[in-house]
T-cell receptor, first 113, second 114 residues
């Protein structure tokens, strides 16, 4: 069975400080992992994805995530937060042959000026 | 390319009314799906299609119907709306089915059922 746990429902950081959004997954098979971002009243945009190549994945807007199989984690990081990063972030797992994506419940990121 | 488009952006229904949420993509994607987003629950799959003429149920299919007569379009029908169907609905598509494929999402339809 597949599932995703986003450990924080809300993260607040000051502009210019690092961002860490935590995600743990459970999967019976080798997973593909994604981070999507949703800005207010907008659709979901892909930030980055892991598909069994390099464990450190770089995405758009300076975000990156590291796949750690031993810890079953796929945490999202960014060295320096920008006001435009304020949004909802979803960690998602998919496995070959599954008919859908498995979404975490989301982490709302607030960036304080 | 317009990507994935959804109409309407917002809709208010009364209990018992029916309506169709439209979804179209111009990327020649085989796989299309519908999700609903509710607070604190992430997105949950309603129905999906792996190609024209083929549809199947997802995690929360009750109260919804779909059809896929063309590659481009994947409408979602609410036959008799209920307040529990108040939600934000997202359509998504991808070139193939499952696994490593990136899903492309539409902008969403906000539905309020009174």
């Amino acid at each position: 069975a597949q599932s995703v746990t986003q450990l924080d429902s809300h993260v607040s950081v000051s502009e210019g400080t690092p961002v860490l959004l935590r995600c743990n997954y459970s999967s019976s098979y080798s997973p593909s992992l994604f981070w999507y971002v949703q800005h207010p009243n907008k659709g979901l945009q892909l930030l980055l994805k892991y598909t069994s190549a390099a464990t450190l994945v770089k995405g758009i807007n300076g975000f990156e995530a590291e796949f750690k199989k031993s810890e079953t984690s796929f945490h999202l990081t960014k060295p320096s937060a920008h006001m435009s990063d304020a949004a909802e972030y979803f960690c998602v797992v998919s496995v070959l042959g599954a008919n859908n994506l498995f979404f975490g419940t989301g982490t709302r990121l607030t960036v304080i000026p | 390319n317009a990507g994935v488009t959804q109409t309407p952006k917002f809709q208010v229904l009364k209990t018992g009314q029916s309506m169709t949420l439209q979804c179209a993509q111009d990327m020649n994607h085989e796989y299309m799906s519908w999700y609903r987003q509710d607070p604190g629950m992430g997105l949950r799959l309603i129905h999906y299609s792996v190609g024209a003429g083929i549809t199947d149920q997802g995690e929360v299919p009750n109260g919804y119907n779909v059809s896929r007569s063309t590659t481009e379009d994947f409408p979602l029908r609410l036959l008799s709306a209920a307040p529990s169907q108040t939600s934000v609905y997202f359509c998504a598509s991808s070139y193939r089915f499952g696994g490593q494929e990136t899903q492309y999402f539409g902008p969403g339809t906000r539905l309020l059922v009174l």
